[in-house]
């Protein structure tokens, strides 16, 4: 969504922006994004593609995380969640 961009990144252009924080020091890595959906299409389409057996793993632990009940402190939240929490 565009409108939770910073200002800095809208002013900027840019259309996404990802970063994490770790122990205080951001780690912001937005860059190298734009064609990776392409570039997976490609090597899929040439039979070097990630199968079933490779994803499962993934999914799963998608899976789990997004079904969880978060727990302890909510000192350090991202501010997406805090919206909710």
């Known amino acids: 969504n565009e409108k939770s961009l910073p200002e800095d990144v809208k002013s900027k252009g840019q ?3 990802r970063s994490i924080t770790l122990d205080g020091e951001e780690i912001e890595f937005s860059g190298g994004f734009t064609d990776l959906h392409t570039k997976v299409y490609e090597r899929t389409l ?3 593609g ?4 490779d ?3 993934a999914i799963e632990l ?9 727990t302890g402190s909510t ?3 991202h501010p997406f969640v ?3 929490a």
């Open 15 to 17: 259309r996404t922006y």
């Open 62 to 70: 998608v899976h789990d995380i997004r079904t969880m009940t978060p």
């Open 55 to 57: 994803s499962k793993p």
């Open 46 to 48: 040439a039979g070097n």
């Open 75 to 77: 000192a350090r939240i």
């Open 50 to 53: 990630f199968t079933l057996e």
């Open 82 to 84: 805090k919206k909710d």
